[in-house]
């Protein structure tokens, strides 16, 4: 546990403070803790395209789609919806109506 003076807690201060500025690690750990995040997002948007465009069928257009969804009805999978996907710009399906902003 640490000191409760005063003159005690400002020198511990101000030794963080010149480490911080020494560069005895901590600028490194910052700048480690930056990459992991960034690394973190760009493995979440990897599996949000994953998701939501590679692993689905593509259509070039809107009436593309429309009719394979239409030719699903005809085979009973009912409840399809269509969706314009921001990674291809193509058309998709889905079975979640709030993905489709509808």
């Given amino acids: 546990m640490g000191s409760r003076k005063r003159s005690a807690k400002a020198r511990q201060l101000s030794e963080f403070k010149a480490a911080l500025s ?12 930056e990459e992991r995040r960034e690394e973190a997002a760009a493995e979440h ?6 998701k939501s ?3 689905k069928n593509r259509y070039r257009s809107r009436a593309e789609a429309e009719a394979a969804v239409a030719a ?21 399906l889905t079975s979640h109506p ?3 902003g509808e």
């Avoid at 005895?24 to 803790?33: A, K, M, S």
């Avoid at 948007?45 to 994953?50: K, M, S």
């Avoid at 399809?80 to 998709?92: E, F, P």
């Fill in 98 to 100: 709030w993905e489709t």
């Fill in 22 to 33: 020494a560069g005895d690690g901590f600028d490194d750990l910052f700048t480690r803790e």
């Fill in 72 to 92: 699903c009805a005809e085979y009973g999978t009912t409840g399809l919806h269509i969706y314009k996907c921001r990674y291809c710009n193509g058309w998709h």
């Fill in 45 to 50: 948007e990897a599996a949000l395209r994953a």
């Fill in 53 to 55: 465009c590679e692993s």
